[in-house]
């Protein structure tokens, strides 16, 4: 394709368009489009396995079922091992000491660093700091029953969007051929091809996607465990989910684990044992480490996982975090990036197609017309 | 509902049992792949695709006729006329190059459409019967070396 037939502001321009009203349909229509959405990254990630087993020769129903069966079998035994270890009644009782304790890190930090610049004083920070925390110590039950009702308002999510993704393994070829059977015939194999590349290159992104944040979730998960952080469970977890949203997540994951290693120390650390390292800079080895994850990940695993096709430029995927989590909230932030892809995706394919070189069919019959 | 959907599926059965490409297929494996193909409906005198186009892959005749035409000098010279059994486009569906030809509906005509997409999948999902469609693809392909070749030859000879 030649330079000039490719309109790349235009393109930024409709994208960021679409996002906005997706982001909005998403504000206005939460309770649908939510699951739908969910269901369809479920359904790409879950095909893999499905395609794999009906090649074995397996009919599409068994495959499926398979499938789920072992989703399910693997959630019932790791579902306790996972409560024991993220172990609730501790955490109830260690929030409120993470909270205090990074507030004195910081109390202790801004009163070493008032000593030292006069000008810090007049801003008043201390004070600020403390109300700040006593407050946050004081409202944390409310906020936490808060949570977790929030997160009651999702469990209908947890049994419709696997029953949604249910129906589109099952049925996914019938209804990709249902969606494109009103394409009038003249546009039919170009709708096709559309449809097709499209398809292709969303599920490569978001298995890709979700193969990234497995790793690096794990990766920061095991670094933990190793620096002697007992909530290492709960952390790699929430890097996993927070790798999702684009230079924000992993900061803010990595603000969390600094947060809670500052009190956290209690743990058998390898690290300190093996190489000697004093045990009191272990918030400083988290940064670290999550530097060497953030390093490793964007080194490695995304040229390795995405490829080259799904590159987006950063600018956009700024404008897509702020639509998200302007117009969507949480939920915008963590589909920010894999709504984005699929809507990138979408208009590239279709301006390819759109401004396909058009050749000319036969000679022109010059003569005739002269003469 | 079940019952019609089956019997459209012995119907089209019928039809592809008859075509050269998918004729080695039995019941089961036409079950198994029939979700993957595209009914169209062509009315008498429409356009199916047209020489150069970007094309994606065979189109097989389930009613009606098709006329297959190239253009010659700019002059429209009929290649030939296809009825129910028969199939176009293959070139198309192996290499996914352009169309050789332009093909037109002759009077109402229903086709089946199988596409490269299709056929990518059936070799991930079904190798065993995307190997049946392809050998008997390359069978037809190298019938049509083989008649272009003699062509030749015999035109060299005069």
């Known amino acids: 394709m030649s330079p000039h037939s490719n309109p790349v502001i235009l393109r930024w321009v409709f994208v960021v368009v679409t996002l906005i009203l997706f982001f909005s349909s998403l504000r206005i229509a939460a309770w649908i489009i939510g699951p739908l959405v969910s269901a369809f990254i479920m359904y790409y990630i879950l095909s893999p396995p499905v395609d794999f087993l009906e090649a074995k020769g397996l009919s599409r129903t068994w495959s499926v079922v398979i499938v789920y069966f072992a989703l399910v079998i693997i959630s019932v035994v790791s579902g306790p091992f996972i409560v024991h270890w993220l172990d609730p009644n501790e955490l109830q009782k260690n929030v409120p000491q993470y909270i205090q304790n990074a507030g004195d890190t910081l109390k202790n930090t801004l009163t070493h660093m008032e000593a030292k610049f006069d000008f810090l004083k007049k801003a008043d920070l201390i004070p600020k700091l403390m109300t700040f925390t006593t407050r946050l110590e004081k409202d944390l039950p409310t906020y936490v029953v808060k949570g977790v009702l929030g997160l009651l308002g999702y469990l209908p999510f947890v049994i419709i969007v696997p029953y949604i993704a249910f129906y589109f393994l099952l049925d996914g070829r019938g209804f990709k051929r249902e969606m494109i059977r009103g394409v009038p015939n003249r546009f039919f194999e170009d709708a096709l091809r559309l449809f097709y590349k ?174 | 509902m079940f019952f019609s959907k089956l019997r459209r599926t012995r119907e089209l059965f019928v039809v592809i049992k008859k075509s050269q490409v998918f004729q080695d297929l039995t019941m089961l494996e036409w079950r198994r792949i029939e979700s993957i193909m595209h009914e169209r409906h062509f009315q008498n005198g429409e356009l199916v ?93 190298a019938q049509r070396l083989r008649r272009l070749l003699e062509d030749k030859k015999l035109a060299e000879s005069f």
């Not at chain 1, 920010?336 to 197609?353: C, D, M, N, R």
């Not at chain 2, 892959?57 to 290649?79: C, F, H, P, T, W």
């Not at chain 2, 199939?87 to 009077?107: H, K, P, W, Y």
């Not at chain 2, 199988?114 to 008997?136: C, G, H, N, T, W």
């Open chain 1, 198 to 371: 499209v398809d292709v290159q969303i599920a490569q992104f978001l298995r890709g996607l979700f193969i990234e944040s497995l790793i690096v979730g794990t990766l920061a998960g095991v670094g933990l465990k190793l620096l002697g952080i007992d909530q290492y469970i709960l952390l790699g977890v929430l890097t996993g989910l927070f790798n999702v949203v684009p230079y924000v997540g992993p900061l803010v994951a990595a603000l969390f684990a600094i947060v809670i290693s500052v009190t956290d120390q209690t743990g058998f650390s390898f690290f300190t044992y093996f190489t000697g390292a004093p045990a009191q800079y272990t918030p400083f080895y988290v940064l670290v480490l999550y530097i060497l994850v953030r390093l490793f990940d964007d080194v490695v695993i995304i040229p390795v996982v995405m490829g080259k096709s799904m590159h987006m430029h950063p600018l956009l995927v700024v404008l897509a975090i702020f639509c998200g989590g302007e117009l969507g909230g949480i939920l915008g932030l963590i589909l920010a990036l894999p709504s984005l892809g699929v809507i990138h995706v979408t208009y590239q394919i279709l301006f390819e197609i759109l401004s396909k070189r058009r050749e000319v069919q036969g000679t022109l019959a010059t003569k005739t017309f002269w003469t």
């Open chain 2, 49 to 141: 695709f047209a020489e150069g186009e970007e094309g994606m892959g065979l189109y097989l005749i389930l009613s009606g006729r098709v006329q297959m035409a190239r253009n010659v000098d700019n002059v429209l010279k009929e290649l030939g006329q296809l009825k129910r059994g028969e199939s176009f486009g293959e070139l198309t569906l192996i290499d996914g190059s352009g169309r050789t030809a332009q093909a037109v509906a002759m009077e109402n005509t229903q086709l089946l459409g199988f596409f490269r997409p299709a056929l990518l999948d059936l070799m991930q999902r079904e190798p065993r019967i995307a190997a049946k469609v392809y050998s008997r693809l390359a069978e037809q392909a």
